[in-house]
């Protein structure tokens, strides 16, 4: 008994020695017994705490550094934003912003020759709108091929008007390029159209070869621009009429007023004017019943509204005596059409309510004076400066 009491006390001796050497002490009563733990491949010690400490709390000397703990609004996401749904049977809808946009071809050419000015820069022009200066945005020199229609009157009471359209309709057609579109039309009491636009010179001249005999001696000059202006204006480009005849107008079913109004509204378009029968009206105007007569009077009126039409629009007017005048008239209506200068501003008055804006194009020197142009021997040359008069402005629904 005495033997078996101190074999289990001598057990329970060597059993504390060898934990005691092992660096373990027994738990006391009560106390969860560990986890069993294992050294890790780095060799530290079961036990050692790697981890960081808690946010905003003292950690072990050894161990990571604490971050300071983030206010609650800083840890808290924002709420999502409330999405916006269309109503059932609405489509996405997007708000475009309209920024107007004016594109002005200017034409510079020499009084005298009628031959246009190169090599001119952005800052030789200044372009004004209602007497503000605008801020040119976009300037270049393009030369491009022709879009355009020849609106001829074939309708007289004498022959001398018939021939001098003819001689000044072919003097046009013998100046075109292959690369041109061009279309035929006349008007008398009604408009024909003859041949729609084409490339083909055969055309043309085909066209034209029909004109011999008129069968009316009614000009309805407005109504036939008014027509050539919106059958133009679903033409993309800019476009150029042609317009070849007297300036008189009989039965018109649109008035000087309207016809005015829609050169004014349709953009993209330049009308050069060649008025006929010269020859006729100076002898009848010579000979002593033609002054100061009716006729006098109506030819007068139909000069300024063909020239008028040219200006409004940045084309010119002219007015020839005889039929060799026409190719050098042709030589710089083409020279003036092929050859421009095109600035592009954003109006500062930025209205869209359909007014119309008139356009003043001035050329400067680099000290902004009047630009001086010479001739190689430094003798002053006047010069045109060929611009449209205004636009009409945009409106809402546009």
Known sequence: MKSSLTCRKLFAFTLMAGLMVAGLTP?????????????????????????????????????????????????????????????????????????????????????????????????NFRIFEDGVEQKVTGFQQVKQPITAIMLLEFASTSSAFVYDMRSAAYAFAQQLRPEDYIAVATYDLHTHILTDFTQDKRR????????????FSDRNMFDALYEMLDRVSNVEGRKYIILIGSGRDTFSKVNLDKILKKIKTTPDVTIFTISTGNVLREMVTASSMGRGSSHEIDYAQADNEMRTFASMTGGQWYAPMFQGQLPEIFHAINDSIRNAYVLSYHPSNAKLDGSYRKIKVELVDQDGKPLRIEDPKHKPLKYDIVARQGYSAKTQVQ
């Open 204 to 215: 043309i001249y085909e066209s034209l070869s029909t004109l011999t005999i008129p069968m």
């Open 27 to 123: 738990l006391a009563k009560g106390q969860d017994s560990p986890q069993q733990s294992t050294p890790n491949q780095s060799g530290q010690k079961p036990g050692d705490d790697q981890s960081a400490p808690e946010a905003g709390g003292p950690g072990g000397d050894s161990g990571a550094i604490a971050l300071p703990k983030k206010a609650p609004a800083e840890t808290e996401a924002p709420p999502p934003a409330p999405k916006v749904v269309n109503p059932a049977g609405m489509g996405d809808y997007s708000i475009k912003v309209n920024v107007p946009l004016v594109n002005v071809d200017v034409a510079v050419m020499l009084d005298k020759t009628k031959q246009f000015v190169p090599s001119l820069h952005q800052g």
